[in-house]
């Protein structure tokens, strides 16, 4: 089974200014189909919304990630985490713990509050060593 992994827009950001970064490393796995960003509307459009404002950074580069297997329709509970101080990054805990997958951020506020019920963080460092992990070497 492919492994699954939702990725903050903050991870995006990284991977268009550092191409050979942790980050850039995780969006290349999506694509070559060794990763699924699991996504939903909310965290989609926020993502497609911040690198459009950030150029060079093209959200037309990135947008093939977001498949449909991707997709998650079921319900999200971000109220559950607003021990996390910005609320924009509550709906990627709250995709993550409804998915139940981890959630990969550089976030200081998702980091720092770690471990979240239900949500587990991970820095793009640590999700790269976990999927090298899971690949089996």
Sequence with gaps: MTPRLVLDTNVF?????????ASARLIERAREGRLVVVWNEATRRETRAVLRRIPPISWEEVEDVFGEAGRFDGPTDPDAFE???????????????????????????????RPHPGADVLEPAEALRWLEHADGG
Aim: hydrophobic share 50%.
């Design 83 to 113: 021990a996390v101080p910005d609320p924009t990054d509550r709906k990627f805990a709250a995709l993550a713990a409804a998915a139940r997958v981890p959630v990969v951020s550089s976030d200081r506020d998702l980091l720092a509050g």
């Design 13 to 21: 950001v990284a991977a268009g200014f550092r191409r050979g970064s």
